[in-house]
């Protein structure tokens, strides 16, 4: 079970950019424009908690962002690669779903349940790794989940035949 202030991972820092200590971010977004508002609280993994300053689109669908933390050029070089966490209580402001809120969901196809308990971020079509209650695992496209809130009644998915032998 998740808490409100369980970390959920929103991507990585892809690059330094420019002088003054911004970052492009690629982030994992399934719904909404992908950016930060100004204020909401990031933590970088192995560096620690961040306040957005700002942040823009960036070319290949990432991000450029800034934060008050860091102000240098080498500071935010040694930030590649290090992940890009927001509480899950603060995910409401980020004005986009981000592809790893769907762990955890319950989804059901034909009266049976399955959980979902990883992502894939392939590009064009990201996979959601469900569990049934057998305990075995399986890719479903994003594509075929229905819209919808994450916190309320399971979506419901018809799942093609043989996609639970994968």
């Given at each position: 079970m998740t808490s409100a202030h369980d970390p959920l991972y929103l991507g990585f820092v892809e690059k330094a950019h420019g002088l003054r200590g911004e970052f492009v971010a690629r982030v994992f977004a399934v719904r909404g424009e992908p950016?930060?508002?100004?204020?909401?609280?990031?933590?970088?993994?192995?560096f620690g908690d961040v306040t957005v300053a700002g942040s823009r689109p960036a070319e290949g669908g990432c991000i450029r962002v800034?934060?008050?933390?860091?102000g240098t050029r080498t500071v935010a070089e040694e930030l590649r690669g290090r992940e890009i966490l927001v509480e899950r209580s603060s995910a409401g402001e980020l004005g986009f779903v981000p592809l790893h809120a769907y762990v955890g969901v319950e989804l059901r196809s034909g009266g049976r349940s399955f959980r979902?308990?990883?992502?894939?971020?392939?590009?064009?079509?990201?996979?959601?790794?469900?569990?049934?209650?057998?305990?075995?695992?399986?890719?479903?496209?994003?594509?075929?989940?229905?819209?919808?809130?994450l916190d309320g009644p399971a979506p419901e998915v018809v799942l093609p035949a043989g996609l639970e032998d994968l």
């Open positions: 950016g930060f508002p100004r204020g909401i609280r990031l933590r970088l993994a192995g800034s934060v008050g933390e860091i979902v308990t990883d992502v894939d971020p392939i590009p064009g079509n990201p996979l959601l790794i469900v569990e049934g209650a057998d305990g075995r695992r399986f890719p479903i496209p994003l594509a075929m989940v229905p819209e919808g809130p």
